[in-house]
C-alpha cells in the first residue's frame, strides 16, 4: 500500500504556495496546456488534404491508408495509453515535474514535425513517428494539469478552476479543427509550427512560475500493470481503428484474424492489468477507486459523451466537406477551411456553457448540469437526423450551437465531480484516468463511428454509384466494377474533401472514351456530393441514433452518481459534504 501523502518540498518559484496569485498562475498555465495538447489532437484532422499534397502521397491509393489512419490516430492513441501512468508517476515524483517535461516533450516533437525532409511514404513515417513523440508530451500535460489545479484552488473553488481547464481541453480538439483549417491555407507546414512558440513559451512560463503544492506517495513504478494496461489498450484501440479497412469480399475488417486478435487480446491483457492491480502492493492505479460511486458513474459518463463527442466531429467534416460545401459552391481546396469555419457554433456554445456549468457546480454540484447536459447533447443528434443533407445552414449552426451548450454544461462539471471524489494522493492517477477516458472515447469514435457509417453506405452507395456513372456515359461493366470497391474509399474521400471519381476511373481505362461535358460533370464540384448524399443520410441514421442512446446512457450514469460529494482525507471513509444537496 502507499504510504500516507507527505508535504512536498517546494523550490523558489516566482509565487509561492500562499501567494493570493500562486492559483490563478496555475490556472493560466495548465490551461494553456491542455489547450494546446488538445488543439493538437484535432488539429491534423481537417488538415490532412493539405498534409499529404505536401509530402506528396495520396492517402487514397490501396496500401496508403494505414499511414492516413496513423497520422491521424497516432497521437489520441498514445494520449490515451499513457496519461494514467503519467498522472500516477506525478503522484510519486511530482505533479508539476511531470508536467513540465511533458511541455519540453511537446515542443520538441513540433519542431521536428514542421521539419518534415522526406515526401512519400518516408515523409509519412518521419510524421508518423513525432506525432508519437508529441503524444507523449501531450500525455504529460494532460495527466497531471487538473491534478495540479486540484491542489491549488480549496474543494468551495475547483468547480469553476476545473471547468476552465476542461473547457479549454476539450474546446481545443473543435478549435484545432479551425486552426488546422486556416493553417493548411497557408502551408502544411504551418499546422505544425504553430506550436512551437507557443511550446516554448509555455516551457519556460511553467519552469518559472509552478512548485509542488501538493502531497505526494513514496512509492515505486509498477512495471507490470504499466505494461498490461499500455499493450492491452494499444492492441484494443487499434485493432478497433483497422476494423474499418475493408477484409476479403467484406465493407469493414472485423473478420480479419488480426483486428479479432488484437480486440481479444487487448481486453484479455486489461483483464489481467485489473488483477496486477488488485494484487500489487504500490499499484499502477488504485481499483479501489472504482468503489467510490461519484468517481465510477463520472468515468463512464466521461468515456460515452467523449466517443459521441469524437463521431460528431468526423461526421460533420464529411458532410460538410464531402458533400454540403461542394454543394454550395466551393471547391475542394477551399473545404477545410470553410469546415472549420461552419463549425464554429459547436465550439461557440461549448465556450459559453462550460465556464458557467463550472462555477454554478460548485455551489449546486455536478448531478444536474452533467445529466441535462447528456440529454441535450442526445436530443440534437436526433434534430441532425430530421434535417435534409443539403440543409439550410441557420438550422444547423442552432442544432450544433446546443451541442456545444449540452457538452458544456456536462464536461466541466463531470470533470470536478471525478476530481473532488479522490484522495489527494491520488489526484494524479484519477486525473490520469479521466484523460483515458476522453482520448480513448475519440480513439474509438473512429472505428465504432466509421464502421456504423460504412455499414449505412453500403446499403445504398453501390446503386447509385453505378446509376449515376451509367448516366454519364461510363460503361455498364467499367461501372459496375466501380460500384462494387469497399465504400470506405469514397468514406475517406468525403472525409478528406476529395473528388474520387476520377481515380475511381483511371484504372477502368474509360477516361478517353468519355465526352468531355461527362468528364466535367464526373469530376466537377456537385455530381459526388450529389451522388453520396441519399446513402450518406442512411449511414447518419445508424450513427447518430447510436450517438443519441450512447448520450441518453451516459445520462442515468451521470443522474445515479449521487449528491454532491467532496473527498475528505481522514482515516474514516469519504463522506458527502454536509451542507450540500
Do not use: C
Not at 379 to 389: C, Q, S
Amino acid at each position: 500500500m502507499s504510504t500516507p501523502s507527505r508535504p512536498v518540498k517546494s523550490r523558489p518559484a516566482l509565487f509561492t504556495r500562499d501567494h493570493p496569485h500562486y492559483k490563478w498562475v496555475a490556472l493560466s498555465n495548465t490551461t494553456l496546456g491542455v489547450l494546446m495538447a488538445t488543439i493538437n489532437s484535432s488539429i491534423v484532422i481537417i488538415s490532412l488534404p493539405a498534409i499529404f499534397t505536401g509530402i506528396k502521397l495520396n492517402p487514397l491509393e490501396p496500401g496508403n491508408v494505414s499511414y492516413l489512419l496513423w497520422i491521424l490516430m497516432g497521437y489520441m492513441l498514445v494520449s490515451a495509453v499513457l496519461v494514467v501512468s503519467f498522472g500516477r508517476l506525478g503522484d510519486i515524483y511530482g505533479r508539476v515535474r511531470i508536467y513540465n517535461i511533458g511541455f519540453v516533450i511537446f515542443t520538441i516533437g513540433s519542431i521536428a514535425l514542421s521539419l518534415d525532409p522526406a515526401t512519400g511514404g518516408a515523409g509519412a513515417l518521419w510524421l508518423i513517428g513525432w506525432r508519437l513523440v508529441q503524444g507523449v508530451g501531450g500525455a504529460m500535460l494532460f495527466a497531471n494539469s487538473t491534478a495540479i489545479l486540484t491542489d491549488a484552488f480549496p474543494a468551495n473553488k475547483r468547480g469553476m478552476a476545473l471547468g476552465i481547464n476542461q473547457v479549454a481541453a476539450i474546446a481545443g480538439s473543435f478549435i484545432g479543427l479551425i486552426v488546422g483549417g486556416l493553417l493548411s491555407t497557408l502551408d502544411w507546414r504551418a499546422v505544425f509550427i504553430v506550436s512551437v512558440p507557443v511550446g516554448i513559451i509555455g516551457t519556460i512560463w511553467s519552469y518559472a512560475s509552478l512548485h509542488e503544492v501538493g502531497g505526494r506517495s513514496k512509492g515505486s513504478i509498477d512495471w507490470p500493470g504499466n505494461i498490461a494496461f499500455g499493450v492491452g489498450l494499444t492492441a484494443l484501440l487499434a485493432a478497433i481503428t483497422y476494423g474499418i479497412q475493408p477484409y476479403g469480399g467484406s465493407a469493414t475488417g472485423w473478420g480479419n484474424p488480426w483486428v479479432i486478435g488484437g480486440i481479444v487480446g487487448g481486453i484479455a491483457l486489461l483483464v489481467v492489468f485489473v488483477l496486477i492491480e488488485i494484487r500489487t502492493r504500490e499499484p499502477m492505479f488504485t481499483m479501489s477507486l472504482f468503489r467510490i460511486r461519484a468517481f465510477a458513474t463520472a468515468n463512464l459518463a466521461g468515456l460515452l459523451a467523449s466517443i459521441g463527442r469524437g463521431g460528431l466531429q468526423f461526421m460533420l467534416i464529411i458532410w460538410l466537406q464531402g458533400i454540403w460545401l461542394p454543394l454550395h459552391g466551393y471547391s475542394y481546396e477551399e473545404t477545410p477551411f470553410w469546415a472549420g469555419i461552419y463549425l464554429l457554433p459547436v465550439t461557440i456554445g461549448f465556450l459559453v456553457a462550460g465556464p458557467i456549468s463550472g462555477y454554478l457546480s460548485d455551489r449546486f454540484g455536478a448531478r444536474a448540469f452533467a445529466t441535462g447536459g447528456l440529454l441535450l447533447v442526445a436530443a440534437t443528434f436526433v434534430a441532425l437526423l430530421l434535417i435534409p443533407v443539403n440543409f439550410n445552414y441557420g438550422v444547423f449552426a442552432l442544432i450544433t450551437f446546443l451541442n456545444g451548450i449540452g457538452s458544456g454544461m456536462f464536461s466541466a462539471p463531470n470533470r470536478t465531480a471525478i476530481m473532488n471524489s479522490v484522495p489527494a494522493n491520488q489526484r494524479g492517477a484519477a486525473s490520469g484516468m479521466a484523460g483515458t477516458m476522453l482520448n480513448a472515447g475519440t480513439s474509438l469514435s473512429i472505428g465504432i463511428f466509421f464502421s456504423l457509417m460504412i455499414a449505412g453506405l453500403s446499403t445504398g452507395l453501390p446503386s447509385a454509384l453505378h446509376s449515376g456513372l451509367v448516366a454519364h456515359g461510363v460503361p455498364n461493366d467499367a461501372a459496375n466494377a466501380i460500384a462494387q470497391t469497399p465504400p470506405v474509399g469514397s468514406l475517406f474521400a468525403a472525409f478528406l474533401g476529395y473528388n474520387p471519381i476520377r481515380t475511381m476511373l483511371e484504372p477502368t481505362g474509360v477516361l478517353h472514351q468519355l465526352s468531355p461535358a461527362d468528364l466535367d460533370v464526373l469530376t466537377g464540384k456537385h455530381f459526388f456530393p450529389q451522388l453520396i448524399s441519399g446513402a450518406f443520410h442512411d449511414g447518419l441514421v445508424v450513427v447518430f441514433v447510436a450517438a443519441a442512446v450512447m448520450s441518453i446512457i451516459a445520462a442515468i450514469a451521470s443522474l445515479v452518481r449521487g449528491r454532491k460529494y467532496v473527498h475528505v482525507d481522514t482515516r474514516t471513509n469519504p463522506v458527502p459534504v454536509a451542507s450540500e444537496r
